[in-house]
């Protein structure tokens, strides 16, 4: 009799078990291919970091230094200078002349992000940094800064690195 | 009869539920922050008159149904204070929401940010939340000076940088105009500040209302390294704390009240630490080859002193070394050893400021003649002789001044012209240079009913008229201290430690004949011209042409550009040693900065010293320090008070100097507030300001 039953319950496992696997093999498969195919990012997926425009086409960040105060591995180095009438590059009275993330020491802990109060730097999606030369994993302004957008009244990047940034 | 009470000793109150005792007249908040209880304000600043502008500092005081500013609240017998209650906090709350109302939200670019009084008390007594929804009221930034601007939109109306203007500086220069909501800070006269640009009124303002030209929008309080060392410029030895960041000094303040000047510092002092960074620093050893001055290496620059300097020693040939009024009491005591035992030469000497050595040699058999910095503050009374003392030694006027207000110090000035003492002095007389003596006689009665007198005499009084001051200050019957005033960071430290031919450290007669300074220049036989720090062939030449002429200096002054070889020196900021003040106290140098390629100038001795194969012992600060304490009379200090960044008094000799002092080679540079000797000219804020020397005086 308890033979049975064992085999009953045996054959209800099975059932419920094949019954989940040929359930799953009819929906869409999560499997990323990468890297034979692009990747997929949840939005708050925290990768390479982007410093974002305003609405004129400024630079958001206005060199308060806040990120590399929160940063944790102090992998944020500024130098921040002042806007004039000639050459306004952010919205505030300062902006970054230089603005440098060291990605060999950077952990993408995010609390940069969290503390900047302008919303300028942001975590992009690029997560493909790894290099051989430790020298290029650290990010000059240029790099990460985001493009302009078409039409928008934002100046020419050339203008700025032409003021010269500083050798650091 | 009428039984009359004394007046009670002790008064009875109750804090917070807490019955305290306390003396009668005490300011509530200065009670409260005796006993550790935060009572938060904004305009109220120990030592300035009393404003209750703020009203941040309400209490709960059971003597009136209102609540009372606790600045200017007295502790009255019986009194029940809370300091915590609802009504008070709620109060705070309700101040602070209004100082935001046309607050804008600046703090991310703001200079003050993450130092500002207003950030912190609105976080911890703040709202949180403003119900004010209109829009701001906004003016824009203005510059009130080359160093010193304005943002209306932050300013708080505390009115501390009127009063640290006027009851401290004396300058008045910031005012107040408009009303209510558009009240805003303004200079007293015309659009722009005519003042002594000392930016203590940027330092004081709790919030970021008065930014410092040289310093806005650089960098933030918590990014750079704080160095606390001593001003590099005059006599007076304030002590500056430097802000550094990647080896470069962004500001400098003394916003702790350490040091002996606690929060003063004048324009050199806050601004004029640029020279440092000046594109014309000398960063590479010259030597001069085929008639040009040309960059070579350390070693070879030293290889070549060495040989000219053994080949001059072992022909019997004559040095003259030109020491300086910049350098630490170690390189000088190293240098003068060099001199003496290394090339066994006594031509040694500085360019002279002030008679110290006839001052100490009258002073014989007599204690405690020498005032120190406290007892200018403290003296009953002061007598000023020959000098523009808010020019020449901003803290001494400082300090003088603030004995006025605090303690109704009598101050006497006589000067050749006006000067800022006049306004508050009990006496003042114009005269020339040279007539002092004689025209003291009429203050004598005067002078003689003080119960006691400071005496602080410029380089008119020297030699014999200083021996007839010191008779005269001597013969009055009350107790006379006495200031010589001298005009660089180490003036005072030069003659100390024996950079003249006829003493050697600590007033000792060098018993030996040497050349004096003008006798070197003067000398068609000289075969060394050794120059360290100093510009001595600024206005001349000198009389031997072909004289070998080695100078290390911070740049390529006149003297280092008719040099044979050029060392380049590291600042008074970029090198570790002691200093002493014109009052005769030391104190620390900490290097903040280096500059790629120099050398301090105690290195450069050391090393040449070496290559000479001399034996003048190790060249490190400390241990040349420890060897002053040694051997120096006076010099043998408390140490933890130097290790704490404090002045240390010094000790002088007391005993006949018995040495023919040449008195008639003192001779002050006559600085003013915007110069600083040949240094002026490399430090870009003391070329920007506008004012030359003298409109200050106007009278208002
Ligand atoms: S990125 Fe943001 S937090 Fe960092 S300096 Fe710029 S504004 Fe400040
Ligand atoms: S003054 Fe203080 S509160 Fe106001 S913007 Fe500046 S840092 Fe912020
Ligand atoms: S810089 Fe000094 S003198 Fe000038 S306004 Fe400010 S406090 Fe007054
Ligand atoms: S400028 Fe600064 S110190 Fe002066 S009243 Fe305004 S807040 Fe106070
Ligand atoms: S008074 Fe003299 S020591 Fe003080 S800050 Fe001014 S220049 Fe420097």
Known sequence: MANLTEILSAAKAITKGMGITFGEMLQPALTEAYPDGPPQFQERYRGAHVLKRDENGLEKCVACFLCAAACPSDCIYIEAAENTDQLRISGGERYAQVYNIDYNRCIFCGYCVEACPTDAITHGHDFEIASYDTSTLIYRKEKMLEAPQAGKASLAYDSQASNGTSGH | MATTTAPPTVINAKLNGQDIQTKPGTLLINLTKELGIEVPAFCYYEGFSLQAACRMCLVQVNSSPKLLPGC?????????????????????????????????????????????????????????????????????????????????????????????????????????????????????????????????????????????????????????????????????????????????????????????????????????????????????????????????????????????????????????????????????????????????????????????????????????????????????????????????????????????????????????????????????????????????????????????????????????????????????????????????????????????????????????????????????????????????????????????????DLFLTATAARADVVFPAASAYEKKGTVTNVTGEVQRLTAAVKTMGTKTDLEIFGLLGKEMGLELGIWSPDAVFNEIRQNVRGYNVTMPILATGGAAPTTPVNGKVNVETRSDLVHSAGDTLFTSGSMTKYSQVLNTVAERPGQLYKPV
């Open chain 2, 72 to 552: 200017t609240t007295i502790v009255t017998e019986g009194m029940v204070i809370e300091t915590e209650s609802p009504l008070v906090v709620e109060a705070r709350k309700s101040m602070l929401e209004f100082l935001l109302t046309n607050h804008p939200l600046d703090c991310p670019v703001c200079d003050k940010g993450g130092e500002c009084e207003l950030q912190d008390m609105v976080f911890k007594y703040g709202a949180g939340e403003s119900r004010f929804v209109d829009i701001k009221h906004h003016e824009p930034e203005r510059p009130f000076s080359p160093v010193v601007y304005y943002d209306p939109a932050r300013c708080i109306l505390c009115y501390r940088c009127v009063r640290v203007c006027d009851e401290g500086y004396g300058v008045n220069a910031l005012g107040v105009v408009n009303r209510g909501v558009l009240s805003e800070i303004a200079p007293n006269r015309g659009d722009q500040l005519n003042c002594d640009e000392c930016g203590a009124c940027i330092d004081i303002c709790p919030v970021g209302a008065l930014t410092s030209n040289t310093y806005r929008y650089k960098t933030r309080p918590w990014e750079m390294k704080h160095v606390g060392t001593t001003c590099a410029h005059c006599s007076n030895g304030c002590k500056t704390t430097l802000g550094v960041r990647n080896d470069e000094i962004m500001r400098a303040n003394n916003r702790d009240s350490s040091g002996l000047n606690e929060e003063f510092l004048c324009i050199k002092g806050r601004f004029g630490f640029d020279f440092n960074h000046h594109p014309d620093r000398l960063q590479s050893p010259m030597l001069r080859i085929d008639g040009d001055l040309q960059p070579v290496s350390w070693s070879k620059a030293l290889a070549a002193v060495a040989a000219k300097f053994n080949e001059v020693k072992a022909a019997g040939g004559k040095f003259g070394i030109v020491a300086s009024n910049r350098t630490s009491n170690e390189e000088n005591y190293y240098l003068q050893k060099f001199a003496r035992t290394g090339l066994g030469t006594n031509n040694i000497d500085h360019a002279r400021t002030g008679d110290v050595v006839t001052l100490v040699d009258a002073l014989s058999g007599k204690q405690g003649k020498l005032a120190t910095m406290a007892d200018l503050y403290q003296t009953k009374a002061a007598l000023v002789i020959g000098s523009d003392l808010a020019q020449q030694h901003p803290l001494l006027a400082y300090e003088l001044r603030r004995n006025w207000r605090h303690h109704q110090a009598r101050i006497y000035a006589m000067t050749p012209g006006p000067v800022r003492e006049d306004k508050y002095a009990a006496a003042t007389a114009r005269v020339a240079f040279g007539e002092e003596i004689a025209a003291l006689e009429g203050w004598r009665e005067q002078l003689a009913k003080e119960p006691e007198l400071l005496i602080l005499f410029g380089d008119s009084i020297k030699g014999a008229s200083l021996r007839q001051l010191v008779d005269f200050g001597e013969s009055l019957g009350i107790p006379v201290k006495y200031v010589a005033l001298v005009d660089y960071a180490n003036s005072r430290g030069a003659i100390d430690m024996g950079l003249v031919p006829e003493l050697h450290p600590g007033f000792v007669p060098s018993g030996q004949p040497g050349l004096t300074l003008p006798e070197m220049l003067d000398d068609s036989q000289l075969d060394v011209l050794w120059v360290v720090g100093a510009n001595p062939l600024a206005n001349r030449s000198q009389a031997n042409p072909k004289a070998f002429v080695v100078v290390q």
